[in-house]
Structures are given as structure tokens and as C-alpha cells.
């Protein structure tokens, strides 16, 4: 059929020559660079990590400032068009405070004439950039007062430096689990699949049984039992290490069935043969040869631990206030009404799923490239 | 018209089973059209055998499809006629090249009429039902029988390829076969409703070689039984030797020559027969070395203008053939070739051949 | 097949017992033992601590005997249906647990058939329709399926409802049923709260199994059999549901054996979000208030829920893959 019609085919000669010429890597990346959706992906993911990295540089307030006198303000947009025309420097508008005469409570509400232009590089409150440098230069500010352009919480603190603080670390968690994974599931797949017999079977068996329990409760039966009097690193590592406690599995999975298949392979027979040690076999010859297959199985378990640790926050089994991640953020949500009235309150989800759609597209990229002697219609 | 491709000189329309003319068959994909099957015309007759023979990519296996119109959703038949006559007393011939690919018509035809088996014995059955199941389904469709009566021909069927113990058997699924009796099964498949054209697209590629043997003489041995013809596609010459009263050489698309068989093997004229015979290994031939087609078929997006074989072709003549399609020459009654080492086609012989 | 259900049942018993084992490690986790916590609590809370009935407890879990000892008490009258003593509620455990898991099972059950026809559906038209408008569409609406948590799902589909049409979702009964006894009225009204909570729960599980039955398909449509099926005369849409879409199935429904955890993790996050009168609530209020015979039983009993959906699973898939029958 058409499959056949399209082998051996004179004009793809120059190109298959170069085919085997390429490393790995760079097969890859060509590949890679064929899911624009990936590529997409993975620039979103650049973005978001960087705005983890420098939050305090981003986030025009305090995040744990609060301002009594704003409470549940609403977004202020950011303006370009205004009473006036058309202005380049981008403006907000101030609030109005009135106080409502039934609930008597404080009702904000845009001011049209109090126009507040935004002002670049300004000062603010001090921070360490990198945990480096002392400095107090945030990205953007108006002059007088404070820009809340997400709104505020129920305290008065700005949504939008709260997102921005949360981003570090809810994508770090999952960073920092998915490494915790990764070496329990290359030690304890490699140890499965490169031994075999009893010792794969009683790993396995273990592995489904962790599979087959429901990882929330798990997850909330596990973190309820981390003491309530730690400090927050320690939490954070804490849930860390529980959320990779289940997440191994599967990547000792991916490593198991890639060990499996490697075994027999000439090469690695050839370096047995050759006399080399089997530790040596293993890092020097078994690991770089399924590396691209883990780094697509990483990113792909990546999202599980992010909502992970945000699901366990919301139910405040995970992290707790003062630290600020987007789960600690959506605890704030749990009332209807409240949510009703100020439903702004719901933006750190827009994060969580642009963030983990971002690595599922990443990781889907990934692990078509990851195959690059595969077919090529991908 | 018909004279030049009416196979054995004896045979009138009343033994003419299938005809086509002209056919074409496209494939759309993202990177182009591919001609896949770009003007063939040949002619099938009742209890004979046709061999088909080319190259990957020749358009073989499309030609065999398209007569069932099992092309695929992005294969269309965009020009030509496929005229299957029903009735050995003669009668209208159904073009099969106009039905709707997926309507009532073509699907009488198919199983009934026309039976195909393919390369591959492992996968052309569906693992999760039993062999039976799959055989009895098409007796159920097309005879209208009872399930009881229906297994019991399956069974029938079965004990004819030479299967042990057909009434387990028909029981079995398919991955608990060998590849031999899985192809001997898929025969039978194929001859349950007793077509009376079976269109066998390499069917002994993928055994190996004494079961390829075995399967090739069951085939005879049925076709002896039974009366049907058999249209055999395969890349190599010696099955076709072995097989076919009559050849079709086809060569990206086309045929490029069409032979009564021992005619073919005496005294091959294209080109690209001769270097398709001097890749066969003989004994004691005496010569040394066996020679490759140079270089290999061309990107199928791409065919090259005028006789497409040119680029490969050890005795092509410049301003000729890479300009002007080549069309079917006359050699003898039973022998013709699309060449210009033998005259200009069409005018030349004066046979009115336009395709 | 006999002898795969009797072996693949003999499986569960060591599935079953690590599970056990873990669930009593998370009972064990909060420091000091149960009852000082209790008698801890008790005090707090200014109420006369009843040594007798203290030294009873005891006595029952031994728990001033080694912990290997105190598991085998704890699965020994486990096994007999005691499942401990909540001090929280101060009653039984196997009292407050049965009706939260019945209706765990029937939402759980629910939203699994609701995700069965929906992916079936939408899976079967997107793999016989590749990139269409409707597959696309099918595609981007399952990733965001995929990438969005349960619980926020909810959040936003509780605050649509409460602030567009002024309705207060959640719950699984309305307020004149909550207290009221079993009849089909109850059942009928339970029918009319199930969907939002089946929506929740089965979004993210029907975008990957749309996911998978797609993928599936598309490969089994490009297999020669298929081919082979249609010329022998057989209709097309008889040969997609006879051939591919029932080998595409296969893996689809090993899918959905894997995919109860999931299915249960959702429910119970859901279920708290929701608030419905199933495991979630009661499982993470026995966790903060450190109510652990409440909380291990929670999570020994939906292990093993999935532990026996996944056996019901492969069950059938031996029913409906010959070659796993006889290997």
C-alpha cells in the first residue's frame, strides 16, 4: 500500500545518510521541533519557571503585606485607554471605598477619575534577587500607593504577588519530587529489571500495590501524621518526599521495561562479555541509552505531583499559611459564596492548569522524540 | 483494442472474467498525490492464473485493492474501468471502478465473487475470535446458511487446504496456529463461498521457504478443483514461473509487459524484465555475479516524465524516452511491451492502442 | 478461565495484606498511641476520664504490647468486621463507615459507567474521524479535562451554578432526605444530585480514556484483519464494532482497571469540596483530629475497593482478550 510506496526512495538518500550521522540528541530535538504544540509548551514552562525564580523582581507588593483598608478589592485592570485617549504608559485605576449601608461592610469599587500611571524599575520593599542581591527594585509599581492587578484577598494581600510567590513553590515541589522519584524509581526499577526473577517479582508486586491504592487518601493519611509544629521547610520537604513516595512507581516502571529490553542488546552483552562491571554496565551504557524515555516519563509525572501538593494544601493537609503556594492560594476559595462574591479568588487556577497542561504537551512532545528511529509519521 | 492484451489467443468473451482498462488509482497525502496505479489494462479469464510481478512500490498490491475497492479512505480510482462479468453465459459486466466503495453492490462482490489473502497469515486474522468465527461469518453473509450449516461448511473448507482435525481446529484462535496453517486457514477464509476469482497478494512472502512450496501447490490443487482464477501478486519470478499462464510486468504504476508466461521467460523484452530475470540465482547459468537494478525506485511523489523506468534503464535513449511516455507494442500474439527499443507503440503496430 | 479467576484472586491476598500493612504504618504515624491522645482530648475538653473503660481499650487493641502484636489484634478483629473504636465520635467504627462507602461505591460506579459511555462515544467517533473539527475539538477539551484538579473543577462548576443560576450545588440529597430513611424516593432524589459530582470526578478519567480507546483504535484500524474483514463483504460499520473498536477495547478496559484509584483519590477530594455524605468529609476529618482507627479503616477499605475493582477489570478483560485466557 502507500507504506510501501514510500521506501526506498532515492531523494530521501541524502537525508538518511545524515539520519545516521546525527547523535541521539540531536535526532531528538528535530523531532521535537515538529510538535509545535511542545515547543509551545515548553517555552510556557520557561516562562513560568523564570517567574519562580525571580517572583520577588515580578510581584509589585508584599505578599504577606496586609492592607486592612483593601480588602477583597477587585482586579484593577491595566489600561491603555482611558478619558483621555490613548496613553503608552499603561495606567490602573484607583479605588473607591464605600461601606455598604445593609452589610456595612467595605465595598471597593473603580475610580475613573483617579488615573495611576504604571511606572517601571520602581522601589519597593527589599528582597534578596537570587537569595544574591539586596535590592528593592520591582518591575513595576505606580507612584503613589499600591497596584493590586488581580485583586486582594481577604486580608488585603495582593492576589498577584501571592500567585507570583506561589509559583515557586508549587513548580519547584514538582521539581524537587519528580528528583526524589527518579532515584528511587532508577535504583529500585534498575534493581527489578536488571536482576530479574524473585526480586523483579516481589518489587513488582509492590509496586502494583501501591498503585492500587488511592492516592489521595494515602497522600492525606501520610502528610496528616507531619507534625503541626514544623517549621515550613521542613513541611515543604516533608510533602515533597510524600508525593514522591507514590510517584516512583511509575518511572521504576518506565526503567524496569527499558532494562528488560537492554539486556539483551548486543552492546551491553558485548561489554559483559568484555569483562566490565555490571555498576559500570549500568551508568555508562544502560542509563544514557534510555535517558530520553525517562526525561519524557519525568515530565509527564511532573503535573501529578504539582496537583498533588495543591490538593493536599487545599484540604490544608499539605502546605500552611505563611508559606504561599497556589494550593495554600485556593484554600482561600473553598466557600461558595465567598467565591460568589469575590470570585477572583479563583485565579491561582488558571495557573495550576496552564502549568500542568503545559508539561503534559511538554512530556507528549518529549516522549515522540524520545523514539528517534521510530516511525516518521510520529 | 482487445486484442493486444486477450491473454491465451483461444479464449472468446465468454471466458473473460475480469477486465480492466486504464485504471488509475491515486493516494492524496500531505507531501502529494502518489500515482500509485497510473493506466493499467489486463484482462483476467475464467481458471486462469495471472501473475502480477514488479517491485515494492510497483502498484501491485493497489491494482489487487482496487478491484476489491478496498484502496482505503485516501486511495480514489480517478479514471478507468474494472468490468467483472458475473455470468460464464455471458451477460452485463458490473464496473466495479463506478460502485460505491462501501454500497450494497461491491459488497455482494466481495468474499462471494472475489476473494483476496494477503502477505501476512499473523495479522489478517483478528486474534480475539476463533478461526471459525471469522470463516463463518462470510458463509453466513453470503449464503444466507444457518450457523450449524455454516460451521459445517467452514469445516468443509477447512479439511480442503489440508487442515488436521479441521472440527477442533475451527475452534482455535488464530495465534494458537503456525504460520503455515494460519495461511492454509486464511485460504479457506478466502474460498468458503467459492469465488470465482481469488486474488492472492504474496501469499507465501512471509513463510518460509517448504511451506511456501506447500501452499503454492495447494493453490494449484484448488484451482484444478474448483475452476476459479487466480490473479498472484509477488516480486518473484519463480512463483510466477511455477504458477501464472500469463504475466504482467509493472513498473511504478504501469505495466510495462504483458506475456504469456513461457514467452516471457524465452524471450523478455523490457528492459526491466531482463533486469528484474538476471537478479534470479540460477544453476549452472555461468554467469558470475548477480546484477542489481541500478539504483532504486524513484520518490513516488516524483515520477520521472516520460517512461518513468529511464533513470535505472542501461539502454535508454536520450531526447526520447525521459520526454515521451512510452505506449504498448505488439511483439506477438501474446506478448506486448511498453518500450521504444521496439518501435513507437500505438501507431507503429496500428493496433489503435490509446491508453 | 476457571483457573485465571482462582489464580488471579489468590493474588489479591498479599495485595490485600501489604495493604493492611500500610494502612496500620498510617494509624501508627501521629505520635503517642490512640487512647493517651484520647484521655489527652478528654481532659481538654474538661470531661471525667473513665479509667475503666481506658483499661478496656486497651486491653481490646493491646496496645501496651509490641506493635507486630498490636497489627495482628488490629487484622484479626478487622477480619471479624470491628474495624476499632472512634474516640472522636465515640462509637464503632464499622457503625459510621458502611452507609459513607455504599455511597462512595454507587458515586464511584456512577461516574466510571458515565466515563465508559462518554469515552466509548467520543473515542470511537474521534479514531473514525482523525482530525476533524469534532476530534479536535473532543482532543482540547480532554486536555483541559486532564489538567484541571478535581476539587477545582468543582470549585468553579459550585460557583457557575451558585452565581448564574442561583443554586446551591453539593451534596448528594436534598435537605427534606438527609436524615430521612432508604425508599426510592431517596434514591430517586440522590439520581437528581449525582450528576454534578459524576461530572467532577469523571472528567479528568474520561479525557484519558478518550486519550487511550483513540489511540487504540487508530492502530487497530491500520491493521490488515480489518482489511481482511472488509473484503470478505462485511459492512463497514459491522466490521469497525466486530473488529477494531472490540480489540480496541482491550486495552481500554485493563485502562479502566487502573484508573479506580484515581477514580476514588477524585471522589474523595471531590467529596470534601462537595460536601457529600460519602468517605471524603469523614476520612479527612479523622485525620485532623488524628482519629486514627477511623482514618486507617477509611483507607484499608478503599484499597481494597479498588483492589476487587481492578480484579472485576481484569476478569473481564480475560473475558474479552482470548489471548490472556490461555497464556
Same mark, same amino acid.
Given at each position: 500500500m502507500t507504506h510501501d510506496d514510500t521506501q526506498n526512495i532515492p531523494g530521501q538518500e541524502s537525508k538518511d545518510h545524515e539520519i545516521y550521522v546525527a547523535s541521539q540528541w540531536t535526532l531528538m530535538w528535530r523531532r521535537f521541533r515538529k510538535h509545535r504544540m511542545a515547543m509551545v509548551a515548553g517555552v510556557v514552562l520557561i516562562c513560568i519557571y523564570l517567574t519562580g525564580a525571580f517572583c520577588e523582581f515580578l510581584a509589585?507588593?508584599?505578599?504577606?503585606?496586609?492592607n486592612t483598608r483593601l480588602v477583597y478589592a477587585p482586579p484593577q485592570r491595566l489600561r491603555f485607554v482611558g478619558e483621555e485617549g490613548f496613553s503608552l504608559r499603561p495606567f490602573v485605576y484607583g479605588y473607591k471605598s464605600q461601606r455598604d449601608p445593609v452589610t456595612l461592610q467595605r465595598v471597593h469599587t473603580i475610580n475613573k477619575e483617579d488615573v495611576r500611571p504604571i511606572r517601571f524599575f520602581v522601589r519597593g520593599h527589599s528582597y534578596r534577587l537570587l537569595g544574591l542581591f539586596e535590592t528593592d527594585i520591582h518591575l513595576f509599581g505606580i507612584d503613589e500607593g499600591k497596584v493590586f492587578l488581580l485583586g486582594t484577598d481577604r486580608l488585603g494581600r495582593d492576589m498577584l504577588s501571592r500567585i507570583l510567590y506561589g509559583t515557586r513553590i508549587s513548580t519547584s515541589i514538582g521539581l524537587i519530587g519528580v528528583f526524589f522519584s527518579l532515584i528511587l524509581g532508577i535504583i529500585i526499577g534498575g534493581i527489578s529489571g536488571y536482576y530479574g526473577g524473585v526480586v523483579d517479582t516481589v518489587i513488582q508486586r509492590l509496586i502494583e500495590v501501591l498503585r492500587s491504592i488511592p492516592t489521595i487518601p494515602l497522600w492525606m493519611g501520610l502528610s496528616a501524621a507531619l507534625p503541626p509544629h514544623w517549621p515550613p521547610l521542613r513541611v515543604y520537604f516533608g510533602i515533597t518526599i510524600i508525593l514522591s513516595l507514590i510517584g516512583w512507581t511509575g518511572l521504576a516502571r518506565v526503567v524496569r521495561s527499558k532494562f528488560i529490553s537492554l539486556r539483551e542488546e548486543e552492546f551491553v552483552m558485548a561489554a559483559k562479555i568484555g569483562g566490565t562491571k555490571e555498576i559500570r554496565i549500568i551508568t555508562h551504557h544502560m542509563v544514557p541509552s534510555f535517558m530520553s524515555h525517562i526525561i519524557a516519563s519525568v515530565t509527564l509525572s511532573i503535573p501529578g505531583m504539582i496537583l498533588g501538593e495543591t490538593s493536599l494544601s487545599f484540604l490544608g493537609l499539605g502546605l500552611r499559611s505563611p508559606v504561599i503556594s497556589w494550593g495554600v492560594l485556593m484554600q482561600e476559595a473553598q466557600n461558595v459564596q465567598t467565591v460568589a462574591l469575590y470570585p477572583w479568588l479563583l485565579l491561582p487556577t488558571v495557573f495550576v492548569v496552564v502549568t500542568v497542561l503545559a508539561f503534559n504537551f511538554l512530556g507528549d512532545g518529549l516522549r515522540d522524540a524520545a523514539d528517534p528511529y521510530g516511525s516518521w509519521g510520529g | 483494442m482487445q486484442l493486444i492484451l486477450t491473454g491465451l489467443g483461444e479464449v472468446d468473451s465468454v471466458s473473460k472474467l475480469l477486465e480492466v482498462r486504464n485504471l488509475k488509482t491515486h493516494f492524496e497525502t500531505e507531501e502529494g498525490t502518489v500515482k500509485a496505479v497510473n493506466g493499467v489494462t489486463f484482462d483476467i479469464h475464467r481458471g486462469q492464473t495471472l501473475g502480477v510481478v514488479g517491485e515494492s512500490g510497483c502498484g501491485k498490491s493497489v491494482t489487487a485493492q482496487s478491484i476489491l475497492r =478496498? *484502496? !482505503?479512505?485516501? !486511495? +480514489? =480510482?480517478?479514471e478507468g474501468d474494472i468490468l467483472f462479468y458475473p455470468d460464464p453465459k455471458g451477460g452485463d459486466p458490473v464496473n466495479i471502478a463506478k460502485l460505491d466503495s462501501d454500497g450494497q453492490e461491491i459488497r455482494a462482490i466481495r468474499g462471494k465473487e472475489i476473494s483476496i489473502i494477503f502477505q501476512e497469515p499473523m495479522t489478517s486474522f483478528c486474534p480475539v475470535y476463533t478461526i471459525g468465527n471469522q470463516i463463518m461469518e462470510s458463509i453466513i453473509l453470503?449464503? +444466507?446458511? *444457518?450457523a450449524l450449516q455454516a460451521r459445517e461448511r467452514a469445516v468443509e473448507t477447512l479439511r480442503l487446504v489440508g487442515i488436521p482435525k479441521p472440527e477442533e481446529r475451527i475452534d482455535e484462535y488464530p495465534h494458537r496456529l503456525s504460520g503455515g496453517l494460519r495461511q492454509r486457514a486464511m485460504i479457506a477464509m478466502a474460498l468458503s463461498c467459492h469465488p470465482q476469482l481469488l486474488i492472492a497478494d504474496e501469499p507465501t512472502t512471509a513463510l518460509d521457504v517448504t511451506i511456501q512450496a506447500q501452499i503454492l501447490e495447494l493453490m494449484r490443487e484448488l484451482q484444478r478443483e474448483m475452476g476459479m482464477a487466480i490473479m498472484l501478486i509477488t516480486h518473484s519470478l519463480g512463483v510466477i514461473a511455477e504458477m501464472a499462464q500469463r504475466v504482467i510486468v509493472m513498473y511504478l504504476g504501469r505495466i510495462v509487459e504483458d506475456a504469456e508466461v513461457n514467452e516471457l521467460f524465452d524471450n523478455p523484452k523490457h528492459p526491466y524484465t531482463r533486469a528484474l530475470m538476471y537478479c534470479v540465482p540460477r544453476l549452472g547459468?555461468? =554467469? *558470475?555475479r548477480l546484477q542489481p537494478i541500478l539504483?532504486?525506485?524513484?520518490?513516488p511523489y516524483n515520477i520521472p516524465t516520460g517512461c518513468s523506468f529511464y533513470p535505472r534503464c542501461p539502454e535508454f535513449i536520450e531526447g526520447l524516452c525521459d520526454v515521451e511516455a512510452p505506449t504498448p507494442v505488439k511483439i506477438s500474439e501474446n506478448h506486448s511491451v511498453s518500450c521504444f527499443l521496439y518501435g513507437k507503440g500505438g501507431a507503429a503496430d496500428g493496433s489503435g492502442h490509446t491508453d | 478461565m476457571t483457573g485465571y479467576v482462582l489464580r488471579r484472586c489468590l493474588l489479591m491476598i498479599p495485595t490485600v495484606f501489604l495493604i493492611s500493612i500500610i494502612s496500620f504504618a498510617i494509624m501508627q504515624l501521629p505520635p503517642g498511641d490512640f487512647l493517651t491522645n484520647y484521655m489527652i482530648q478528654l481532659e481538654a475538653s474538661g470531661q471525667e476520664v473513665d479509667q475503666a473503660m481506658i483499661e478496656a481499650l486497651r486491653m481490646r487493641y493491646g496496645l501496651d504490647r509490641p506493635i507486630y502484636v498490636q497489627y495482628f489484634v488490629w487484622i484479626k478483629s478487622f477480619l471479624r468486621g470491628d474495624f476499632g473504636f472512634s474516640f472522636e465520635w465515640n462509637r464503632p467504627v464499622n457503625q459510621l463507615i458502611w452507609e459513607r462507602l455504599a455511597l462512595t461505591v454507587a458515586v464511584t460506579a456512577a461516574t466510571m459507567l458515565f466515563s465508559w459511555v462518554v469515552a466509548f462515544l467520543i473515542g470511537v467517533y474521534s479514531a473514525t474521524h482523525p482530525y476533524s473539527v469534532g476530534d479536535y475539538m473532543a482532543t482540547f477539551v480532554g486536555f483541559i479535562g486532564l489538567a484541571t484538579p478535581n476539587f477545582m473543577l468543582a470549585l468553579v462548576l459550585m460557583w457557575v451554578a451558585y452565581s448564574y443560576f442561583g443554586q446551591s450545588v453539593g451534596g448528594l440529597f436534598s435537605a427534606e432526605f438527609i436524615d430521612a430513611p432508604w425508599s426510592w424516593a431517596k434514591v430517586w432524589d440522590m439520581l437528581k444530585h449525582l450528576w454534578i459530582p459524576v461530572i467532577v470526578i469523571g472528567t479528568s478519567g474520561t479525557a484519558g480514556l478518550i486519550r487511550t480507546l483513540r489511540a487504540n483504535l487508530l492502530d487497530e484500524l491500520n491493521k490488515p484483519y480489518v482489511v481482511t474483514a472488509v473484503a470478505k463483504g462485511v459492512p463497514k460499520m459491522r466490521v469497525l464494532f466486530k473488529y477494531p473498536v472490540r480489540l480496541a477495547l482491550i486495552p481500554f478496559i485493563s485502562t479502566v482497571g487502573w484508573s479506580l484509584p484515581g477514580l476514588i483519590s477524585g471522589e474523595t477530594i471531590t467529596s470534601v469540596v462537595l460536601s457529600l455524605p460519602t468517605t471524603g468529609p469523614l476520612l479527612l476529618r479523622a485525620l485532623q483530629s488524628q482519629d486514627m482507627y477511623l482514618a486507617g479503616s477509611f483507607i484499608m477499605l478503599l484499597s481494597i475497593l479498588t483492589v476487587i475493582g481492578t480484579l472485576i477489570s481484569d476478569i473481564l478483560l480475560a473475558v474479552t482478550d482470548p489471548r490472556i485466557r490461555f497464556d
Open positions: 509589585p507588593n508584599d505578599p504577606n503585606e496586609h | =478496498i *484502496e !482505503g479512505a485516501r !486511495g +480514489k =480510482i480517478v453470503h449464503q +444466507k446458511a *444457518e547459468s555461468g =554467469i *558470475e539504483g532504486s525506485v524513484p520518490d | -
